[in-house]
């Protein structure tokens, strides 16, 4: 249920369906004043205006810079009661949660348990009983995505007829390396970039085995519940919550709500529910070293490898100084997520839309255009309005 990121805009105007006129729900103004210029979220509000237009079931987002919020929610929660979206909604926030796992992975460097460059293999079972690497594999290259590892679902997502078993079954981190041994792992792919899901999930089975607790549990331990992310769940009943905006899609003309499929939250690599305040939250205090050393964020935004990625992290460039932006993408056919922070923990900036009811990639090629070229706008979006606030 994943999907990968090529940006380009493709037209759909004539998605609108059934969503009529868009919902609006608007937070107290933000407390900073811009005299007569328009306001720096101008390009965001209009962005997320278009996206309901088009027909999206909602779209959420939060702004912070010093001094001042700006939040906004367009469209519905469901398509069947149709109760307005909120800013404060949960929605899945898919690879955003790497950044998550990156924390709990950079504290067992920190105290010991293992290095940064220390091969894996020895330590996980996995990597002996089901996976078979070509040579060592780091701890690093893991993060960094530098490993040569494909991502499962190359072995388990291949065609339309595929989709009815996807949206229902539960795939275990052990299931989705058995699925990952099924493709091949060249000697020749280690140590350049290949974004896999396959590689946060052997990292959240060496949390695991280094913590000696579930996955789920270390992660709450290490930012979750120690900054207090009280509407960030990785618990597969937090999907009930009334509060949770829901995701369609379409098979064979059929709409689905698919805002309950297992096997999706708990996922080191993808499995986190959230609101656009408290993954603001999560960047912030990140960056204001409040989760991780100093010497694990340097070694977490470091680049030269691979000038987008560091280790959990993305990176893009900022029009107000020479300095970077730190953050996250995430997708599934029903949420996108951009997330962007400035590396002094002053600024961020999250929206995560929820696209129209239609059909999957593995049904309709067109989608990945047009949910890849959602995401380009979207990031666009927090950029021009994170540059229009900055000094």
């Known amino acids: 249920m994943k999907t990968s990121s090529v940006p380009r805009l493709a037209a759909f105007a004539a998605a609108v369906l059934t969503l009529g006129a868009c919902t609006y729900s608007a937070p107290a103004p933000a407390p900073a004043s811009f005299g007569t210029a328009p306001p720096p979220t101008r390009s965001i509000d209009n962005t997320m205006r278009a996206f309901v237009d088009q027909g999206s079931v909602a779209v959420v987002a939060e702004v912070r810079w010093p001094g001042g919020m700006w939040s906004r929610a367009y469209g519905v929660r469901n398509l069947e009661a149709r109760e307005p979206a909120t800013p404060e909604d949960q929605v899945f926030v898919a690879s955003v949660t790497k950044s998550m796992t990156a924390v709990s992975v950079m504290k067992l460097v920190e105290d010991g348990l293992i290095g940064l460059d220390d091969p894996v293999n020895a330590v996980l079972d996995s990597f002996t009983t089901v996976l078979k690497p070509p040579g060592p594999i780091t701890v690093r290259q893991l993060l960094g995505h530098t490993s040569g590892m494909r991502s499962f679902q190359e072995a388990n997502e291949k065609t339309s007829d595929d989709v009815p078993r996807l949206i229902k079954e539960n795939i275990s981190t052990q299931r989705a390396l058995e699925l990952t041994a099924q493709l091949p792992w060249d000697a020749r792919d280690v140590g350049y970039f290949r974004y896999s899901d ?65 096997g999706i939250l708990g996922s080191p690599a993808y499995g986190a529910i959230s609101t656009m305040s408290d993954i603001n939250d999560f960047y912030g205090a990140l960056f204001r070293g409040e989760l991780v050393s100093k010497e694990s964020l340097q070694e977490m935004t470091k680049t030269e490898a691979i000038p987008l990625f560091g280790l959990g992290l993305r990176k893009w460039s900022q029009g107000c100084d020479d300095d970077y932006r730190f953050g996250h993408t995430g997708g ?6 951009a997330s962007l922070a400035s590396t002094d923990g002053q600024y961020q900036a999250t929206m995560t839309l929820v696209p129209p009811p239609m059909p999957t990639p593995l049904e309709d090629p067109e989608t990945e255009d047009k949910i890849n070229g959602w995401d380009g706008q979207m990031v666009s979006a927090l950029q021009e309005t994170l540059n229009r606030l900055c000094p």
């Open 332 to 337: 599934f056919w029903t949420y996108r997520t």
């Open 198 to 262: 396959s590689n946060y999930i052997a990292l959240g089975q060496l949390v695991e085995k280094l913590r000696g607790r579930p996955f789920t549990d270390v992660l709450r331990g290490d930012g979750i519940d120690r900054l207090s992310l009280e509407d960030t769940s990785l618990n597969e009943a937090a999907t009930a919550d009334p509060g949770v905006i829901h995701g369609y899609i379409t098979h064979r003309d059929k709409r689905l709500d698919v805002t309950e499929a297992p």
